[in-house]
């Protein structure tokens, strides 16, 4: 019995090497075997959410390439693209002015690309296939092939060592941030995901315009910032007990007077204003979905 047993076993693993995997799912179903092939995926603990990607820290010179995109029926006009880089420079004057609270300076330089480009395939939310990779698909028809060229030449112009991507889009849409965490970088394919955010003219939840609030909310994210509101369906409590500790935080509501809002303690520490971390902080972490 034990020899008929090996014998099966590795003519088994020889039709499990030798065979497609959708082959070998399928056959081994027909004969009734449950196997797991998952693999699982590699857990993300909120320090690997810090100190990582092209914005590692909200501190020292920070170089912001933002770029505008529309379609073919909805382009930006001159003017609409003025009022937008306003918005983006009074975020970028209150992230100064809150790093400041924590004893640390952070500088912006703006690099912008002068024409806008036409895309009648922008994604509106951060849930279809493409779209954590749509901004460096951006990039490439602007002329950016890879991450490091990237990199090189907002280094060669402006200076700075930590960089990230503003994609404005001239459709409705849910904001979203595309942020490096330490499990991407270890696998590399944090090296070919600039830091980005995609920015929509209009919120298609909630049919407001562009607010200076959610711009400084999505370019927290790519510091390391965690999102205090619900994420999703069970997420209350979590949300519940941020809002207790944080009223007034920008992770919590980016709507309505930024001057209103401010980066809470927990946050600070995140993005590197502050080292005074609290063994509690990881509680607030939200769900990785």
């Given at each position: ?7 099966y076993?590795?003519i ?7 065979s497609?995997m ?20 590699p ?5 690997d959410?810090?100190?990582v ?8 010179s ?11 029926t ?8 003025e ?13 100064k002015a ?20 036409t ?9 279809q ?7 460096k ?25 930590q960089?990230?991507v ?5 459709v ?29 003219q209009?919120?298609n ?9 959610r ?16 994420v ?20 919590l509501?980016?709507?309505?007077d ?23 902080y990881?509680?607030?972490m939200?769900?990785?979905?």
């Open positions: 019995m034990y020899s008929f047993r090996k014998l076993l590795s088994l693993a020889f039709v499990l090497l030798a497609p959708q082959a070998q799912t399928s056959w081994l179903e027909s004969l009734g075997l449950d196997f797991d092939f998952d693999i699982p995926k857990v993300v603990t909120y320090k959410l810090i100190d990607g092209s914005a590692r820290h909200l501190s020292g920070v170089c912001v390439l933002y770029l505008f995109v529309g379609t073919e909805s382009k930006w006009s001159q003017e609409e693209i009022a937008t880089a306003q918005k983006l420079y009074a975020a970028e004057d209150w992230l809150e790093a400041l609270r924590y004893d640390k300076k952070v500088e912006f330089r703006n690099y912008s690309i002068k024409r806008q480009l895309d009648n395939n922008i994604p509106d939310n951060p849930f296939p493409d779209a954590v990779g749509y901004p698909t951006v990039l490439r028809r602007f002329g950016y092939n890879s991450n490091r060229e990237l990199h090189d030449i907002l280094t060669r112009k402006t200076g700075c060592h960089f990230l503003l994609v404005f889009a001239h409705p849409g849910r904001c979203y941030a595309s942020a490096v965490n330490r499990n991407m970088a270890r696998n590399g394919s944090g090296r070919s995901l600039p830091e980005s955010c995609m920015l929509y209009i919120s939840d909630t049919g407001r315009e562009l607010q200076v609030g711009i400084a909310h999505e370019m927290l994210h790519l510091f390391g910032a965690w999102d205090f509101y619900a999703n369906a069970n997420d209350k409590e979590r949300s519940e007990r941020a809002a207790e500790l944080y009223p007034n935080s920008i992770m509501r980016s709507y309505g930024i001057n209103q809002r401010i980066i809470d303690p927990l946050t600070a520490w995140l993005i590197g204003l502050s080292r005074k971390e609290q063994d509690w990881q509680e607030l939200p769900p990785m979905q």
